[in-house]
């Protein structure tokens, strides 16, 4: 099989890149194990500011312009909803946080996101004393349905291959890559903390994060938007909410603990004073990086073996935009910014 590209990995870094690859008419397959599932459990969350701090997210914007339209395209191509809107209502917890509030709404890039006035709280099931500030135009991409459905539509195309990409049985020559019966010009690992494994990248420095989420039933909540306070408590409807996320930098399984259980209660109970059941609970670790910043490029002496990663705890925003850049890079030899180039931890590469 002689094709363009393969791609290893099919979370959000996958998904982005291989719908880079179809829109460019590329030819590709893509390896996928299951040993990772920071897409399958993400809470899918996209909103431009930093909830502690009332900043904004880096490059936010950006992001956002490309991400929205990448998400509708993909829901005309599965004929299916992943977009779900939704105001997320941010608990004060001081009145310096008030004040800090109205001082960064008014700020350039958050007026279109962040309401004046301070929402007093109208729900007895919710405790906000010193009420909310409203973001609008936020919202959650269904990123397990998007996740699961693009395996399909990817098995039905022939362009699965449900598989361990076993590093060993790569061969690498000068304008070609070889890995058992495929032969293909460019390799793009997008294996999220799977990188740990991979011979080639594994020096670039991730500083992984477990999460873990809690769904909960509390049908007489009956919120429909998404609080922020000690936890966010999504609504999923049917009286359903997702509840998280927990960080461990310690803990590397994807295995969901009764440690991350109980400090996702002990907070809830504070958001929250309702009667509820919590019906699931699911782990997974964040491909964060050192400096907070994706790994898109290229390997130091193999220029057909590129990686895209770090997404860390943003994939749904950022995605989209580093799969175009990397991309347009590997093609078009259009440069990356420093700041997301793997080359910037090229001092770390000792190895291959
Ligand atoms: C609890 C939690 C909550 C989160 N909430 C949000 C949120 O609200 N909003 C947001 O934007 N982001 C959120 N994130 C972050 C988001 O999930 C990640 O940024 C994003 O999913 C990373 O995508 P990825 O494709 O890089 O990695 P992954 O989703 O981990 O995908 C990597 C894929 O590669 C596969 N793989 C790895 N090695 C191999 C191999 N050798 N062979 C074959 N396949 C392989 C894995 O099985 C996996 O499917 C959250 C993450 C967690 C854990």
Not at 189 to 200: D, K, R, V, W
Not at 232 to 237: I, R
Request: proline share 4%; net charge positive.
């Amino acid at each position: 099989m002689n094709l363009d590209y393969i791609i290893v990995g099919l979370g959000l870094a996958g998904i982005a890149f291989a719908e880079e690859l179809t829109k460019n008419n590329k030819t590709f397959v893509v390896f996928e194990d299951n040993s990772q599932n920071s897409s399958l459990v993400a809470g899918g969350m996209y909103n431009p500011v930093v909830l502690k701090r009332f900043t904004p997210v880096w490059n936010a914007q950006e992001q956002l312009d490309i991400a929205l339209p990448f998400y509708k395209m993909l829901e005309k191509k599965m004929q299916k909803k992943y977009d779900f809107p939704m105001d997320i209502y941010r608990v004060f917890k001081s009145i310096e946080e008030q004040n800090n509030w109205y001082e960064a709404s008014g700020k350039k890039l958050l007026q279109d996101y962040m309401e004046v006035p301070v929402l007093a709280n109208q729900n007895q099931s919710v405790s906000a004393p010193l009420g909310y500030g409203k973001l609008k135009n936020t919202g959650r991409i269904d990123v397990n349905t998007l996740a699961k459905d693009y395996r399909n539509y990817l098995q039905n195309k022939n362009k699965l291959i449900e598989e361990c990409f076993d590093y060993a049985d790569l061969k690498i020559a000068k304008e070609e890559i070889v890995y058992k019966n495929i032969k293909a010009k460019n390799i793009v690992f997008c294996e999220g903390f799977g990188l740990q494994q991979n011979p080639y990248f594994n020096y670039l420095p991730m500083k992984e994060a477990k999460g873990e989420l809690i769904t909960i039933h509390a049908p007489n909540l009956k919120v429909d938007f998404l609080i922020k306070s000690a936890v966010f408590v999504m609504p999923l409807g049917g009286g359903n909410y997702k509840v998280g996320a927990t960080f461990n930098w310690k803990d590397k399984t994807k295995n969901p603990t009764e440690e991350g259980k109980k400090e996702l209660v002990e907070k809830l109970n504070t958001v929250i004073n309702c009667d509820y059941k919590i019906i699931n609970h699911v782990a997974g670790i964040r491909p964060t990086v050192k400096d907070r910043r994706p790994l898109v490029g290229k390997h130091p002496k193999y220029k057909n073996l590129a990686i895209l990663n770090g997404l860390g705890t943003r994939g749904v925003m950022i995605a989209p935009t580093m799969a175009n850049k990397l991309f347009q890079y590997i093609e078009n030899a259009k440069a990356l910014e420093q700041e997301i180039d793997s080359k910037r931890f090229a001092k770390y590469f000792t190895q291959n």
